[in-house]
């Protein structure tokens, strides 16, 4: 309460009256610090890492040209690049979803896309790809390879300690998966010359007035966010154990705020709805290679309990539905 009230107290300085800073310089400088970005590094802000992908991909469209991620990954690669007109060339991910080293390699060598998204942790399965086959992929393509960090709070490994040591490396961030999606606050970390060109497609005015001030004060105050995230990394940890002790469930490790599990077969569409019924909305899959799989997010403990018991039910009623069935 007493932050909120703070929080208050600095927007009510706010000039709404006033456009933004362009540059939004304040908020840069401390989210400079925050992150210990070397003076070689630059930072360019997007409303939402969602506008930064979309500023990559704009600054690159063009006849012929190719953008190329692993699949299944994070959805707003591909409905960018194909709205932009660019050729979207998806990459099977291999046994438990981990990348495919062989098979990026053969496809960046025929295809050479001009951007290589690689979402570390992937969404939606919640593993981080392994790093060396990473780094292969930075060494093989001649494009920009974009590592999308956006659950870097939740994970154990980073490449943000690794820019500059490949020239087409690119890193970006959100705050939206630490409690602030609300703020719309995305970061591009990389070398400037690429910046500075990406930059070029950006609307002056991005990060309105409120978020830049807002920011700005979230990060005066990190470690209560950081706080959150450490409960919600063993808060995973204790609903992963839940979800291995039911029968039928298979879970996955996660490095996300969320996680992976498949139910038994053809019973996906089924469990969605009898979660629903019970008021606990997750996301499912359709057909392909998440068939029956559903993703949840880590919530409150009460949250957790709730989804739990509401999975014991439901997966409880399907069963006895198929015993009849059977006998
Ligand atoms: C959520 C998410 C984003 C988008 O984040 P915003 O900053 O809210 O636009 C980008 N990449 C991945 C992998 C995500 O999961």
Redesign the pocket.
């Known amino acids: 309460e007493a932050m909120r009230a703070a929080w208050l107290e600095r927007l009510r300085e706010v000039a709404l009256n006033r456009y933004p800073d362009p540059g939004a310089r304040r908020l840069v400088q401390g989210l400079r610090r925050y992150l210990s970005l070397p003076e070689d590094q630059g930072l360019l802000l997007g409303n ?3 506008e930064l992908i979309q500023m990559i991909l704009m600054s690159v469209a063009g006849e012929g040209r190719t953008v190329l991620a692993p699949e299944p990954t ?1 959805v ?1 690669y591909r409905l960018i690049a194909e709205v932009l007109g660019l050729e979207y060339v998806p990459v099977p991910l291999g046994e438990d979803f981990a990348l495919d080293g062989a098979a990026m390699l053969e496809a960046i060598r025929r295809r050479d896309p001009e951007v290589v998204f690689l ?1 570390y942790p992937n ?1 939606p399965t919640g593993n981080l790809f392994d790093r060396e086959v990473v780094e292969a992929v930075l060494e093989a393509a001649t494009g920009l390879v974009v590592i ?1 960090e ?2 870097s709070a939740f994970a154990t490994d980073s490449f943000l300690p690794e820019l500059g040591r490949w020239p087409n490396l690119l890193v970006l961030r ?1 705050l ?2 630490t409690g602030l ?1 609300g703020l719309r606050l ?1 970061m591009l970390l990389g070398p400037p010359q690429w910046l500075e060109e990406i930059d070029k497609v950006r609307l002056p005015y991005n990060i309105n007035v409120l978020t830049q001030v807002s920011a700005a004060f979230a990060l005066e105050h990190a470690e209560v966010l950081e706080d959150q995230c450490a409960r919600i990394r063993a808060d995973r940890e204790r609903l992963h154990a839940a979800l291995a002790a039911l029968e039928g469930v298979q879970v996955w490790p996660s490095q996300a705020n969320f996680l992976l599990f498949r139910v038994p077969r053809g019973q996906g569409r089924a469990v969605f709805a009898g979660l629903r019924s019970r008021g606990v909305l997750i996301k499912a899959f359709g057909n392909g290679p998440l068939a029956d799989c559903l993703r949840v997010t880590v919530g409150t403990p009460e949250e957790n309990t709730r989804f739990l018991s509401a999975l014991r039910e439901t997966l409880r009623a399907l069963g006895s539905v198929e015993t009849a069935h059977t006998s």
């Open positions: 939402g890492s969602d994070f707003m979402a969404n999308d956006a659950y959100t939206s998966k999606a995305g």
